[in-house]
């Protein structure tokens, strides 16, 4: 016994108590334990029992000279019988257990998973916590379990992570049997996938035209196309220029306009896209494409050569790609990162026409 009055009283499952039936008596492992002092000078003991059907608060009013005794009796992950009155709490309106009559001990009534199989798995692909929104379970549990299942190892396999390692290291004693994979489930991109998209087998011989846009935005959809600027490549000569303001019939954002320089009094007097792209797929003509970060700059004409009814279906090569393949060394591909690797003057950045002059440079020098 650990409080009141011993008892034989068969257990009933929590959910089966409907309402205020009376006494009762329950089994189950306690899940919480909080205690406070009342003006009246006793103590109030509230702890929730489990019994896996369902959950029940209970609460104890304690007299001050037993409070510390009792309150170091219930812990939290204990399994205990009591045996009380149903009622509903008058302060929370909630089901509770009171005028408690006795709590004992009770043993561990839930049962054990096992593995019973004769010849013991090995599990090559599990995931820890450290696997966000898949594993939830802590890499040393998962030992412990495979361990108690005797299983002679198991595989860590978090996605692209490996911080469940040191744990895992340091979850088994020196000279244990049980061995730990290390593993991850990585990801491979293909880096050359977009160097070359919709080759007409072109040589460096043909005619390229580089050429980079300025916007007010990031999405094609929702943004438009404020400058074109655009230099002909023909035998690694640059041959002739296409510089266009586009009037994009909306204000410029302010953070576009420091980034560009372009305000809204430079676009006006332009024409709209409906006139100068057209112009601009003159000029490119049977041309290859070169763009950095092409994927960008030709989606958007993409979407408006699409929505004026024009053909659009050039052999595109990205410097980007070509600048990871060719200049491995550097960490970042940015326009102005692979200029000032390949000692090409960059003048007026974030301009149309001064950015396709210096991409036509880099792409002469890769």
């Known amino acids: 016994?650990?409080?009141?009055?011993?008892?034989?009283?068969?257990?009933?499952?929590?959910?089966?108590?409907?309402?205020?039936?009376?006494?009762?008596?329950?089994?189950?492992?306690?899940?919480?334990?909080?205690?406070?002092?009342?003006r009246?000078?006793?103590?109030?003991?509230?702890?929730?029992?489990?019994?896996?059907?369902?959950?029940?608060?209970?609460?104890?009013?304690?007299?001050?000279?037993?409070?510390?005794?009792?309150k170091s009796l219930i812990n939290a992950g204990m399994f205990i019988k009591a045996k009380g009155v149903t009622t509903i709490d008058k302060f929370d309106g909630e089901l509770t257990l009171g005028s408690i009559m006795g709590i004992k001990k009770c043993?561990?009534?839930?049962?054990?998973?096992?593995?019973?199989?004769?010849e013991k798995r090995v599990e090559l692909h599990c995931h820890t916590k450290m696997s966000d929104m898949d594993g939830v379970s802590e890499v040393k549990s998962i030992i412990k379990r495979a361990r108690q299942w005797g299983m002679p190892a198991v595989a860590v396999?978090?996605?692209?992570?490996?911080q469940a390692f040191p744990d895992a290291n340091?979850?088994?004693?020196?000279?244990?049997?049980?061995?730990?994979?290390?593993?991850?489930?990585?990801?491979?991109?293909?880096?050359?996938?977009?160097?070359?998209e919709n080759s007409g087998g072109q040589s460096f011989k043909d005619t390229f035209v580089v050429f980079d846009i300025e916007t007010t935005g990031f999405s094609p959809k929702?943004?438009?196309?404020?400058?074109?600027?655009?230099?002909?490549?023909?035998?690694?000569k640059?041959?002739?220029?296409?510089?266009?303001?586009?009037?994009?019939?909306?204000?410029?954002?302010?953070?576009?306009?420091?980034?560009?320089?372009?305000?809204?009094?430079?676009?006006?007097?332009?024409p709209k896209i409906d006139v100068i792209l057209p112009k601009f797929l003159e000029f490119v003509g049977d041309a290859v494409l070169v763009a950095h970060n092409a994927s960008f700059d030709v989606g958007f004409i993409s979407h408006f050569a699409e929505e004026q009814g024009l053909h659009f279906a050039p052999t595109v090569l990205d410097t980007v790609t070509l600048a990871r393949l060719l200049l491995p060394n550097l960490n970042r591909f940015k326009l102005d990162t692979v200029a000032k690797a390949l000692n090409i003057s960059l003048q007026n950045h974030h301009r149309a026409v001064d950015?396709?002059?210096?991409?036509?440079?880099?792409?002469?020098?890769?």
């Open 107 to 118: 043993e561990d009534f839930t049962s054990k998973r096992s593995d019973t199989s004769l």
């Open 1 to 38: 016994m650990l409080y009141g009055r011993d008892f034989e009283d068969e257990p009933m499952e929590i959910e089966k108590i409907d309402g205020e039936i009376g006494e009762v008596t329950i089994r189950g492992t306690v899940l919480t334990c909080e205690n406070r002092e009342l």
């Open 170 to 196: 340091h979850a088994l004693e020196k000279g244990d049997a049980f061995k730990i994979i290390y593993g991850v489930e990585g990801y491979l991109v293909d880096d050359t996938k977009q160097l070359v």
């Open 157 to 162: 396999t978090d996605h692209g992570c490996v």
């Open 222 to 236: 929702k943004n438009k196309i404020i400058e074109i600027g655009a230099v002909k490549v023909e035998d690694g």
């Open 40 to 70: 009246s000078g006793k103590f109030i003991l509230t702890f929730d029992i489990s019994d896996f059907t369902d959950t029940i608060t209970v609460k104890m009013f304690i007299r001050p000279e037993i409070f510390q005794d009792v």
């Open 238 to 270: 640059i041959t002739d220029r296409f510089s266009a303001f586009v009037n994009p019939d909306e204000p410029i954002p302010f953070d576009i306009e420091k980034l560009t320089g372009i305000n809204d009094g430079m676009v006006l007097p332009h």
């Open 355 to 366: 950015d396709a002059g210096a991409t036509a440079e880099i792409f002469e020098a890769l």
